[in-house]
């Protein structure tokens, strides 16, 4: 899942695909139903719970056409939804009503 | 010739992102003191840049992931995100090709480095160079310290590449410039974005400016990612410039600005003998 963020973030070509036709691309990677699933949703809180690191991650959200403050709540209704993140250094520290950007 | 000036600073890329977002005074403070160091760094006249930096997946994966790498490229390009995202427009930066393949020799004798031709700037480098070099006129060298998929080298490790690279710039003709840039504790782009322990990076700066190396290498992992986030592990970029400089250290700015999820650095280091 993570190597899909990395390549379509470096990669104007591959976003131009993806806009096109993402279930396609999304073919080429080994990815659980449920990675396949949230990608395919554009679900930014399960792709987070699912341990993807947040430097792919929200270049990502970005590309999806999402400000700020609505990348870090849906980081947040992620955990509330599915329950602390499962993989990586990128866990929340936070509680879940917390807010901490100031916004 | 050697290191002519040696400094610290913050990268995150909300400084240059989200800036409309942050409070004006803080902000105008904070890029008032990024500027100064730039002023600061083009009056030591330098003929070239090294900048220590600890990227975010740009040119790097977990496919082959090198603990250190060092560009040995003609120029590099970026930011390599959206520049509007980024909000610093994509440029063409000159590099000095021969001037790293001899500091990449001269390294090589005490550390394992990997070697990249081809290099694309993330927020890391292109925060830093916006306030230092605006121009980009100025050639640089990128550094690069594995702070973001573990296991990452130990912190040791990242003062004898400081080291490494204090050697190879003293027996080198030209005049250098070194950057470090990364951490200090941060939560970056987690939902705890715009968490910082400042305490916790009060005490770093005060072990930095001291150049107390026992004290720097005291850290731990574990620790450091309880008490400053996962972004506390860029503290090698700071580390390095430390086990470089061998001087002492003046914190012109310190602060942290929540959105842009950092206490915003800006050090300098007096050159050691
Ligand atoms: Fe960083």
Redesign the interface.
Known sequence: MQKFLFDINRDPELQRQCRADLPAILKRYELSGEERGALEAGDIGLIYVLGANGQLLMHYAAFLGMPWADYLGAMRSGVTRHGPVRAGVYSMTTRLDEKVADL | MSLVFAGICSHAP?ITG?AQ?ADQAMREEFYRAYHGMGEALAAAQPEVLIIVAAE???NF???NMPAFAVGMAGSYEGP???PQ?LGIPRVTIPGNAPLSLRLIRDMMQTVDLSYAEEW?FDHGVMVPLSFLTPRYDLPVIPVNINC???PLAPLHRAWALGEALRRAADSSPERIALVGTGGISH?????????VNEPWDREFLRRWQSNDKAAMLSYTDEGT?REA??GGFEIRTLISIAAAARGQGRVQHYRPI??F?VGCTVATMSIGA
Do not use: C, L, V
């Open positions: 909300g989200r977002m975010h997946f740009a994966f977990m496919n390599i995100e959206d995202w694309k973001q998929g573990p939560w970056p782009a987690t939902p705890d974005s715009g968490r990612y986030g996962q929540p959105i999820a």
